[in-house]
């Protein structure tokens, strides 16, 4: 059998209907790469986005996009909900291995983590660009449950297992989502990741 002829029967041959789990595998990869290129698209736009920007951020059609999120509430929505998710996590398991009052190479080795976390998860890093900013970009009715879910999940177990009552929190926090939104709007490839979580140390031990 010529090359030619092995070509027409491979072309020419029945293709093989994907199975429930190969369709259900590729929907959610497609849902990750839109709700990835959603929080992205936050950023080059501030925030004010609709469904075809993002379609055209992820070199997606706008009536693909549209069949997983008619509204880019719903989308917000989903990309908070991830984005918490991974935050929490992220705390949970540093603090299964800071059971005791972490010292400061222990909260250094967290800022690390979170920056770590931050680029390579934009809906991560906008969960705390939020926060920074109240949630204000949110409906009313979605404000108050964000900014409850931050405090009583994030800011407040962090709050506890450092142990400081004064504003160490807002201040390392600050200084890490600050660095991180130079990394976003420029749309840098990396973060200085050890350099950022020193200076994040520096304003809580008030180091120079």
Known sequence: ??????????????????????????????REQILDFAARTYFLTGGSFDIRDVAR???LGYGTVYHYYPNRHLLIEDVLSCGFEQ?????TQWANIS??????????????????????????YLVYKMAA???????????????????ERLYVPLQSIIQREDDSVDLMLAVLVGCCGLHYY???????????????????????
Not at 5 to 29: F, G
Request: proline share 5%.
């Open 1 to 30: 059998m010529t090359n030619l002829q092995v070509y027409k029967k491979e072309v020419n041959a029945p293709m093989c209907p994907r199975t429930k789990e190969q369709n259900e595998l590729i929907r959610m990869q497609r």
């Open 57 to 59: 951020e992820a070199g």
């Open 87 to 91: 935050c929490e996590q992220a705390l």
């Open 99 to 124: 059971r005791d009052t972490p010292d400061d190479r222990q909260l250094l080795t967290y800022c690390k983590t979170l920056l770590r976390l931050w680029q390579s998860d934009a809906r991560a």
């Open 133 to 151: 900013e109240h949630y204000t970009g949110l409906p009313e009715k979605d404000r108050h449950p964000a900014k409850r879910r931050f405090t």
């Open 186 to 208: 420029a749309n840098t490839s990396e973060l200085d990741i050890d350099r950022i979580a020193q200076l994040a140390m520096q304003a809580i031990t008030k180091e120079s």
